[in-house]
């Protein structure tokens, strides 16, 4: 479909280009970083009680995960979102 409008139509093919260029809006990454978060902390939960035995300092271990991920996440997309290279 992409390849049909760079051929056939090049106008349509540059508006949708500068529509992907767009930046993604602060709570979509928030939103992005939530999801992935709660993914990753059930995984650091597993592990976690996999490899103490215990629950309570396996949720001690995933709470802390869940938040400093959470932020280092954020940030990191908002960084990668100011880089044009790959847009």
Do not use: C
């Amino acid at each position: 479909m992409i390849l049909d409008q760079m051929i056939f139509n090049k106008s349509e093919a540059k508006v949708s280009f500068e529509q992907d260029k767009s930046s993604e809006k602060p709570l979509r990454s928030i939103a992005k970083a939530l999801s992935w978060r709660v993914i990753g902390t059930l995984d650091t939960l597993v592990v976690s009680y996999f490899l103490t035995g215990e629950i309570v300092l396996a949720a001690s271990i995933a709470s802390v995960d869940f938040l400093t991920k959470l932020v280092l996440y954020f940030f990191h997309e908002r960084i990668w979102n100011k880089v044009k290279w790959g847009k």
